[in-house]
């Protein structure tokens, strides 16, 4: 079985570069090009050469923190199980036997690992075209960012090939509704924040972590980042687990 699995891996991590690198790396090159010419003309307009590396870390921490980090985990993690399943690849892959839920599991590791190398392409890439930086914690958040919303697309991609499109509407649901009804606003409030996934604590985390050491960044010590942290850890890992007890207990001809 882990002779199979491993042999498995590499086509695992073909099919990512081919079906999600590229696309991935395509569109973090279309929300790159405006960031970098905001930063570029931010640089010119600065007195203080010094600062380069404060508006470049800057304006790159609001873009992973954004659109750019939930594109990168939800193009790694789309589809990651129904995709085969849809398309009947089932029948090949699992001929011989082999667990799905083993499988399924190792393809999110591995994807993990693919979505965090594009990371570092992105970075370099931005750093290159601004000024150099590198934030070490970066990829923590990532890690986590990917653990809080790949866990729930690996669920959801268990039972529909709609799942992109489920979690990105729950993922933004969740937001417009902890805006309207907080959890300080009372008991539907506090229901909110507890079955919704945690989206919100992903501003405070990534902040943290990418601008730790830097003036204006949040100290790691703070009990209201550990518990954010431990949120999206909790989270993520929960809707994960669930989805495969799922595979295991379910057929997936269906």
Not at 32 to 47: E, G, N, Y
């Amino acid at each position: 079985m882990k002779a199979r699995l491993g042999r498995y891996s590499t086509w695992q991590l073909r099919d990512f570069v081919f079906e999600r690198g590229i696309p991935m790396l395509v569109v973090a090159a279309l929300l790159l090009f405006p960031a970098v010419a905001t930063v570029r003309a931010m640089i010119r307009a600065s007195s203080a050469a010094a600062s380069e590396h404060d508006i470049a870390l800057g304006t790159f921490t609001t873009l992973i923190v954004g659109m750019l980090g939930f594109a990168i985990v939800l193009i790694a993690t789309n589809g990651i199980v129904h995709n085969d399943i849809h398309r009947g690849y089932y029948r090949f892959l699992f001929a011989k036997p082999a667990a799905p839920w083993r499988y399924y599991a190792q393809s999110f590791a591995v994807n993990w690992l693919g979505a965090m190398f594009a990371a570092l392409v992105v970075l370099a890439a931005f750093c290159a075209l601004t000024a150099p930086f590198f934030p070490p914690r970066l990829f923590a958040f990532l890690t986590l960012y990917y653990i809080a919303l790949g866990g729930l697309v690996f669920f959801v991609s268990v039972l529909t090939r709609f799942d992109w499109l489920i979690v990105a509407a729950i993922w933004m649901f969740a937001q417009l509704l902890r805006a309207m009804f907080p959890a300080s606003s009372g008991l539907f409030g506090r229901a909110v924040d507890i079955v919704f996934p945690p989206a919100h604590r992903l501003g405070q985390v990534g902040n943290a972590l990418i601008r730790s050491g830097v003036a204006g960044g949040v100290r790691l010590e703070d009990s209201a980042l550990v518990l954010s942290m431990l949120w999206l850890l909790g989270w993520g890992t929960v809707a994960f687990i669930t989805g495969l007890v799922l595979l295991r207990l379910r057929p997936l001809a269906r």
